[in-house]
């Protein structure tokens, strides 16, 4: 099941908005397929992007995937628990495996993006 | 049939090499077809992960035997290219050629590296795959990750992988000759996790020794042509020729 409290990308990230912040991670499918994750690498807070792009890696045992930012805005906040426990992307891709947090500055860009059910039919 | 571009580069050293799979990354655009290139490394040259650090090995080690270090844009281990034939691809994914995932994309770029094994008279298989723990050990050819090549229970063959928004990078390392086990002097002993030379030996093979006689210089071309004919029959690819001028990337690969 998909949780429709959030938004989703065509490169499986997330974004979870609570007031004028996204938190932002990746899938659960995303997780699967990469299996175990072991490296995070997260952007500086306070870096500033736009929509699309590239601001992290992530190593599992299998690839390197780059981790895209769903919507513009500033970083605010990483996930320090990932630095020293990447693992809980995999035990938690929805909740403590969050990633970033961002200030949005185009709410809009929201609508651009997957629903639960929309995401549900890009997986098949 | 479909065309991918292929690419064979003579020996060069560890940063042109992977300066050049980056820029084939890099320049790559949707409908682009696929590009294969084959390659070796002269001098040898250590490669380490994405993720790994350059403090992690004994650079005056590396540098008194003339050899190069060199970070790869892909994950996993650190490998000393000595003795081996090195392939990568860039292909789009998800794609009808490699599959919607991750994994259909090891899997489709396996069938020619295990069927050019088996067409050597060598019954590979494909391993089950490794835990977090074994990934952050040193050394590549110690363990085998899931989607890896195998003959007789000894890894033969090591591949990593970068993916980017609906593009992949796979490169790998299939082992000719014994040499790859000489990684171990360029590793602080803290960094050997337990291993030694004959240890690595014994958990990997190479053609040379499936022969039962060490391939020489000579052999390689041969080699190369086997696996380049090995892509195009599995993958059912016609592979057209291309040089790094008419790529555009003749700068960037330099």
């Not at chain 1, 500033?48 to 930012?69: N, P, Q, R, W």
């Not at chain 2, 090195?86 to 259909?104: A, C, D, E, I, K």
Request: hydrophobic content about 40%.
């Amino acid at each position: 099941m998909i949780p429709n409290d959030r938004k989703y990308t065509q490169e499986h990230e997330w974004v979870q908005v609570e007031g004028e912040i996204g938190i932002v991670g990746i899938t659960d499918h995303a997780a699967s397929e990469l299996g175990d994750i072991v490296y995070v690498d997260l952007p500086e807070v306070g870096a500033e992007f736009s929509a699309g792009d590239s601001v992290g890696s992530i190593e599992s045992v299998k690839a390197v995937a780059d981790l895209y930012l769903p919507v513009s805005g500033e970083i605010v906040e990483v996930n320090p628990a990932l630095d020293g426990d990447p693992g809980l992307v995999n035990s938690s891709p929805l909740d403590d495996g969050w990633m970033v947090k961002v200030r949005l500055v185009d709410p809009a860009e929201l609508d651009s993006l997957l629903d639960a059910a929309g995401y549900e039919e890009l997986l098949g | 049939m479909a065309t991918a571009r292929i690419i064979r580069d003579l020996p060069l050293p560890g940063a042109v090499n992977m300066r050049r799979d980056t820029a084939l990354l890099d320049a790559w655009r949707p409908g682009d077809p696929p590009i294969l290139r084959l390659y070796r490394w002269r001098p040898y040259a250590v490669s380490y992960g994405f993720h790994q650090r350059s403090g992690d090995f004994d650079h005056a080690a590396i540098a008194s035997r003339g050899w190069d270090l060199v970070q790869r844009p892909t994950g996993g281990r650190a490998i000393l290219h000595a003795e081996e034939l090195t392939y990568s691809v860039v292909g789009p994914s998800p794609s009808p050629l490699f599959g919607p995932s991750l994994h259909s994309c090891y899997m489709a770029i396996n069938e020619p590296l295990v069927a050019f094994l088996r067409a050597l008279g060598h019954e590979a298989e494909i391993s089950g795959g490794e835990d977090r723990r074994e990934q952050r050990q040193a050394v590549c050819f110690k363990s085998a990750g899931q989607h890896e090549i195998r003959i007789g229970g000894r890894k033969i063959v090591g591949s990593a992988q970068r993916r980017r928004e609906g593009v992949f990078l796979q490169h790998g390392s299939i082992l000719v000759g014994p040499r790859h086990a000489d990684l171990l002097d360029c590793l602080p002993p803290r960094r050997r996790g337990g291993l030694d030379r004959d240890g690595l030996l014994a958990v990997t093979t190479d053609l040379g020794r499936l022969r039962g006689a060490p391939y020489q210089e000579s052999e390689y071309a041969d080699l190369e042509e086997r696996l380049a004919s090995a892509f195009a029959a599995r993958l059912g690819l016609e592979l057209v020729p291309v040089a790094w001028t008419e790529l555009g990337l003749a700068d960037q690969s330099a």
